[in-house]
């Protein structure tokens, strides 16, 4: 499967997609230079295709683009975060 266009919809805090007509998100809040993933909700019906971790992903690349830390209140991005070494420098202390 092609990865799904992922936008950046900074005035809603997310970072979104569409497939097959079902919306998928990651919402965020911004704590100073931290930012704190609060959110990831990928509906059941275009579950287990990887979408979450996209999501995550692309928000975690912003935040290294933006030189933020990341405090991953979500348990999914918790998770993601843990099984991905390559974003362990992007954790807010504490």
Not at 25 to 41: C, K, M, Q, S
Request: aromatic share 6%.
């Amino acid at each position: 499967m092609d990865s799904p266009a992922i936008d950046h919809q900074e005035d809603r805090k997310r970072f979104a997609t569409q497939v097959d007509g079902h919306e998928g998100f990651v919402e965020y809040e911004r704590a100073g230079d931290v930012l704190v993933i609060t959110h990831t909700i990928v509906p059941p019906e275009i579950g287990g295709r990887g979408i979450a971790g996209q999501l995550v992903k692309a928000a975690l690349d912003h935040a290294r683009a933006e030189g933020l830390k990341v405090r991953p209140d979500c348990s999914y991005a918790d998770s993601y975060m843990q099984r991905h070494a390559e974003y362990a420098d992007l954790r807010a202390a504490g």
